[in-house]
């Protein structure tokens, strides 16, 4: 086998997976210059990783996650909206307790769960990005009382960033970069493309 000489070549028989021959060549036909080219092309082959089915598969996932976590949430709010006041960090120095507008941040939070779900359910980008919409504006909102607070390490700050702020950042995040089916032979029976 010829020595391979460009870093595109290597691309070539490494990333696509379909000629894999330069992986099989022995310690003895490796110089160090495609020893070098090879640990190159692994490292394309990582970002196709991080960019390709693999990793959108797997984003999708965790897209579902957050959108069932929120219809979770909503649900266990309107379910019981004392018990969702007397548990939450720092709500109670936001004001009185209000059932009608507990209620509805639990409803608005089964809304945007279910929108997350089904849109990437149905790999809908636009549908996606509109459930995530809501709980984004809610993390901004949280952001601006945490700076009217000055910024303090607390309990309240990071139930905030578990709870509220790394998941709907995270999730406009993954819904924007939501595309079309993973693959010809994916069997998730979601239909519905949005590019």
């Excluded at 082959?45 to 579902?64: M, T």
């Excluded at 649900?75 to 507990?102: E, K, N, Q």
């Excluded at 929108?115 to 809908?124: F, M, P, R, S």
Aim: aromatic share 10%.
């Amino acid at each position: 086998m010829p020595p391979i000489t460009s870093i595109a070549e290597m691309a070539r028989k490494t990333g696509n997976g379909k000629d894999k021959s330069f992986c099989r060549l022995g310690k003895a036909d490796q110089t160090v210059q495609s020893r070098a080219l090879k640990c190159l092309a692994l490292a394309g082959s990582a970002h196709q990783l991080i960019c390709g089915y693999p990793c959108r598969a797997f984003g999708r996932g965790v897209l579902l996650g957050i959108g069932l976590l929120w219809v979770a949430t909503g649900v266990s709010i309107v379910a019981d909206p004392p018990g969702f006041y007397d548990r939450t960090p720092g709500l109670v120095m936001m004001g009185p307790y209000s059932v009608h507008f507990i209620r509805d941040v639990g409803l608005a939070f089964i809304a945007a769960g279910t929108a997350t779900v089904v849109g990437a359910w149905q790999y809908n980008r636009r549908l996606a990005l509109a459930g995530a919409g809501w709980p984004f504006l809610h993390t901004l909102f949280h952001l601006q009382i945490w700076s009217h607070r000055g910024f303090p390490i607390d309990g309240i700050a990071a139930f905030d960033f578990i709870a509220v702020i790394a998941p709907a950042f995270l999730a406009v995040m993954l819904a924007a970069r939501l595309s079309g089916r993973l693959a010809d032979n994916d069997p998730t029976p979601g239909k519905a493309l949005s590019r």
